[in-house]
């Protein structure tokens, strides 16, 4: 097989997803990555419910997500 046929199709879809990869990398997003949710032993995400007049269910954040925002939030203020 030569270099031709060994690259991937030059389409939209894979110039974003060299697009995403790139900014994966650089941005050590699974280095530095938290879970997004909470979750019990089996894997359901934990909710909690706003609202006082109508009040509605929402996913519940993980601690770990929100001292991440915070931490980002910080660079923001203090930039």
Same mark, same amino acid.
């Given at each position: 097989m =030569? %270099? $031709?046929q060994s690259r991937e199709p030059n389409t939209p879809e894979s110039s974003a997803l060299r697009i995403w990869? =790139?900014?994966?990398e650089r941005h050590r997003v699974v280095d +530095? %990555? #938290?879970p997004l949710f909470t979750t019990d032993e $089996?894997? #359901?995400v934990g909710s909690r419910f706003v609202g006082r007049q109508s009040p509605r269910r929402i996913l519940q954040r $993980? =601690? %770990?997500?929100n001292a991440l925002i915070r931490r +980002? #939030? +910080?660079k923001l203020v203090e930039d």
């Open positions: =030569d %270099a $031709s990869n =790139d900014f994966i +530095e %990555a #938290v $089996s894997g #359901v $993980s =601690d %770990a997500m +980002e #939030v +910080e």
